[in-house]
């Protein structure tokens, strides 16, 4: 039935950057949240693979953790990756999160988390059946320049989608985040001055309730 016929708030699943984790997404997420209450409630998940070797920012029970890895247990977002592993299990994790904690609107993701959340956005536009969201807010996304991954940027992606561009970003440049947009039908593209986080100052925020209010309108006004 949807947030729409409900009267509920919209439900965002939301995938964290690479060496974050449910809990550290969280954290960094609290203006989001607190922009967003009443309207859209964001639900986060943990990546299933731990990345290895991190080292000073450990922390036993909450270890970084990553979607997919462009080289043995490391992760750059401008490599050419002959042999990406990890992706698989990302997506069933992701599929397995929607089923398990749904029903979910939408995805929200950060980074690598955008790059995953554009991808599930590919599969769902083609039909795949164990992603039922209706839209995505991608922040600082990218495309992932594995070859293997390249099927999913073929034909343009006909799933609405905002997307977050820092022009300070200097984690995942601003050209690159632009470069992802452009693989979707009618985007929309929210630009702000900051770097690599996920901005929810004023102007963000109206942007944020401008769209989701296309699949949720009149709530929380």
């Known amino acids: 039935a949807g947030a729409m016929s409900e009267g509920r708030p919209l439900r965002l699943l939301g995938l964290h950057?690479?060496?974050?984790?449910?809990?550290?997404?969280?954290?960094?997420?609290?203006a989001?949240?607190?922009a967003l209450r009443g309207r859209a409630e964001l639900v986060t998940v943990s990546a299933p693979h731990p990345v290895p070797g991190s080292g000073e920012d450990d922390d036993g029970d909450d270890p970084p953790r990553g979607w997919w890895f462009s080289g043995p247990g490391t992760f750059e977002a401008?490599?050419?990756?002959a042999a990406p592993a990890g992706l698989e299990e990302s997506l069933s994790a992701v599929a397995a999160a929607l089923a398990e904690h749904g029903p979910f609107d939408g995805l929200l993701g950060f980074s690598q988390g955008a790059a995953l959340a554009a991808m599930v956005c590919a599969l769902r536009a083609r039909g795949d059946p164990r992603f039922p969201v209706a839209f995505a807010i991608l922040v600082a996304g990218f495309i992932s320049r594995a070859p293997a991954h390249g099927h999913f940027y073929r034909e343009p992606i006909a799933l609405p989608t905002l997307h977050v561009v820092g022009d300070a970003d200097a984690v995942i440049a601003a050209p690159l985040s632009r470069e992802l947009a452009q693989h979707f039908v009618e985007p929309v593209?929210?630009?702000h001055p900051g770097g690599h986080f996920v901005p929810a100052a004023a102007p963000q925020k109206k942007a944020y309730l401008d769209f989701l209010d296309r699949f949720c309108p009149g709530q929380g006004q």
């Open 78 to 81: 401008g490599e050419v990756a």
């Open 17 to 30: 950057g690479y060496r974050q984790s449910e809990r550290r997404f969280r954290q960094r997420t609290g």
């Open 32 to 34: 989001l949240r607190k």
């Open 189 to 191: 593209v929210l630009t």
